[in-house]
């Protein structure tokens, strides 16, 4: 269970009110979500305190970036992991935010 009280396979994936796009993606992976969520969670755990970037899990789980955005989205508003106020430049030299596990 979460802080939230919600379990990881409780939730469906987001979709913004009024993205048709969207909504298609977030059925989509609906079925995939909850496993890809414990995959997710499982490796910011392993990291410890170095954590992750999203690129980095999707790199290192071969995981499609917007996959890992939206269920790294997921885990923080389970209130399963946090941002670490550190930030790791990516592949596009652009900083990221470094996810910890709870």
């Known amino acids: 269970m979460s802080h939230t009280g919600l379990a990881l396979w409780d939730i469906a994936p987001p979709a913004r009110r009024g ?6 993606g977030a059925a989509a992976i609906a079925p995939r ?3 890809l969520r414990l995959k997710v969670l499982a490796f910011i755990r392993a990291r410890g305190e170095s954590g992750a970037t999203n690129e980095e899990i999707s790199a290192q789980l071969s995981i499609r970036l917007c996959s890992v955005c ?9 209130g399963l992991i946090y941002d670490s106020g550190l930030r790791r430049q990516g592949n596009s030299g ?9």
């Open 19 to 24: 993205e048709d796009t969207q909504a298609a």
């Open 94 to 102: 652009v900083e990221a935010k470094v996810w910890r596990a709870v």
């Open 70 to 78: 939206g269920r790294v989205g997921e885990l923080r508003e389970l």
């Open 33 to 35: 979500a909850p496993g």
